[in-house]
């Protein structure tokens, strides 16, 4: 059971903001969430994983402003790992994820918290439309709904876009999860987490234009084929583990 708590406590949202040599985008990604029109304060929890190009020099006036948070690891450890060290220093109540790379709309945000504010859903995931001009490539989308639809599949549930980067939860439901996989595995490993925990989810669509691999594009075939894997282990051996016991499918029981 969730202790009692008041606005002021649940009025903070965290983005955190995992880079790797983002240099010629950080800036305006974190530009635009600082603009957002959000109902909540925003702290942007900027995560330096090992970047080489000098990206964490251009928010270093919003650090030393105190207008974001920046955390960094002096190797590259992987967007798992940046999500996971972020994750342990949010100081909001509530807890998404953007990349740097200007995909995703940092508008949409608004729209992402709004069910976890109405008491509609414990777990929201931004659903992408991949409408021709703003897809990666064929076996990219495929490869996403075949990945959406096996989740879907093993726990009994519908999704449609499992491996979207902006998903929102209460923070303290993001710390049960237990995240151990350093790279784009993570992805996979919190929609299994989440749903063998039994969250209450809820997509809301959102605006996305992917980035070409000439520009910067990392995810790949292996990938995916990870992300089966981790799902089905999630499935078969993490539904019992005493963290998911401990929440109890806590979503809809409050």
């Known amino acids: 059971m969730r202790r009692a708590v008041g606005p002021q406590e649940t009025g903070k949202l965290t983005v955190i903001v995992p880079f790797h040599n983002e240099a010629a985008t950080l800036r305006e990604s974190v530009d635009r969430i600082l603009k957002a029109d959000v109902p909540l304060e925003v702290e942007v929890m900027a995560v330096d994983d090992g970047s080489t ?16 948070r920046l955390c960094t ?13 972020g994750i342990q220093n949010a100081a909001g109540y509530w807890l998404t994820i953007m990349d740097a790379d ?8 608004r729209q992402i918290v709004a069910p976890l504010l109405n008491d509609e ?12 001009h703003t897809a990666f490539s064929f076996w990219y989308v495929i490869g996403n709904k075949v990945i959406s639809m096996w ?27 237990g995240l151990r996989q350093q790279g784009f595995g993570v992805e996979a490993e919190i929609t299994g987490a989440f749903l063998a925990r039994g969250f209450r989810v809820h997509e809301v669509p959102i605006t996305y234009k992917a980035r070409r691999r000439e520009e910067g594009k990392k995810i790949d075939w292996r990938d995916g084929v990870k992300a ?8 078969l051996f993490d539904r019992m583990h005493p963290a998911a016991a401990a929440s109890g499918g806590s979503g809809g029981g409050r």
């Open 53 to 68: 190009d000098g990206s964490s020099d251009t928010v270093a006036d919003l650090q030393a402003s105190g207008r974001i």
């Open 121 to 132: 859903a414990d777990l929201v995931f931004g659903k992408r439309a991949f409408a021709g």
């Open 228 to 235: 089966l894997w981790i799902l089905l282990r999630i499935r």
């Open 102 to 109: 200007l995909e995703y709309d940092a508008q949409d945000l």
């Open 151 to 177: 989740a879907s599949f093993l726990f009994d549930t519908w999704l449609s876009d499992v491996y979207t980067c902006m998903k929102a939860a209460r923070t303290e439901d993001w710390r049960t999860l």
């Open 73 to 85: 690891h002096t190797t590259r450890c992987g967007k798992g790992a940046a999500i996971i060290t």
